[in-house]
């Protein structure tokens, strides 16, 4: 039972350069969701998606592009690498809405951006 | 404006000993709330959770109290272990949140020492 798994576990991007973080999730939730967390802060919902064809805005969207092709799949886009998105990036699934069902998290992405 | 304030910010224990980690909330309507354990490089993995009717809810050596009338949390460790040592966030959700619902603390960042 493999739960939420992102790729890479880490990254170094120089500024203008362009990378796809991956999510996947074997666990038929419907829900997934894209945070970052910033040393010192609490986790910032980046993107969420209820469905399949289905995605919306979290608290800080811009510079980050997803799509949800798929149940399973769920990958963040980022095409325009700043240093400001230098942070570490989970994804993370549920079955029902995440505020009353909780979450399954991936171990994260380490990304730095130089 | 909803917000989640955890305290202390960090936290040095003997291994052995027991401590205390404070949660104060004041996003409204309440629906529930969480303490999540982060180890270092992971993703935060759920402790407890605790609704409105709740008072305490134990894990083990973890025991979570709720007061929904001063909108205070405690996770209460006993006998602490090394494995113990990683970041614990309290997350709390209501519709007052964010586009999850959820509203994350910053965390306290606990190490506990031979």
């Known amino acids: 039972n493999a739960g939420v798994t992102q790729t890479p576990k880490f990254r170094i991007l120089k500024i203008g350069q362009s990378m796809t973080l991956q999510c996947a999730q074997d666990?038929?939730?419907?829900?997934m969701y894209w945070y970052r967390q910033d040393p010192g802060m609490g986790l910032k919902l980046i993107y969420y998606?209820?469905?399949?064809?289905?995605?919306d805005k979290g608290e800080v969207p811009n510079g980050y592009n997803v799509s949800r092709s798929t149940t399973e799949d769920f990958p963040l886009r980022l095409e325009l690498a700043a240093p400001s998105q230098t942070s570490v990036y989970f994804c993370?699934?549920?079955?029902?809405?995440?505020?009353?069902?909780?979450?399954?998290f991936g171990s994260g992405t380490r990304l730095t951006v130089v | 404006k909803n917000q989640v304030e955890q305290s202390p910010q960090s936290l040095i224990i003997l291994e052995g000993k027991n401590c205390t980690l404070q949660?104060?909330?004041?996003?409204?309507?309440?629906?529930?709330l969480r303490w999540y354990k982060q180890d270092t490089g992971r993703g935060p993995v759920s402790l407890t959770i605790m609704t409105f009717s709740e008072n305490t809810k134990s894990n083990g050596r973890y025991t979570a109290t709720l007061d929904a009338d001063t909108k205070q949390s405690s996770l209460h460790i006993t006998a602490s272990q090394l494995s113990d040592s990683a970041s614990y966030i309290c997350?709390?959700?209501?519709?007052?949140?964010?586009?999850?619902?959820?509203?994350f603390g910053k965390g306290t960042h606990l190490i506990i020492q031979p």
């Open positions: 997350v709390v959700s209501g519709s007052g949140g964010g586009a999850d619902g959820l509203t």
């Open positions: 993370a699934s549920s079955d029902r809405t995440a505020a009353s069902y909780g979450y399954t």
């Open positions: 666990m038929n939730h419907n829900y």
């Open positions: 998606s209820v469905g399949a064809g289905i995605t």
């Open positions: 949660c104060n909330y004041t996003v409204s309507p309440f629906s529930n």
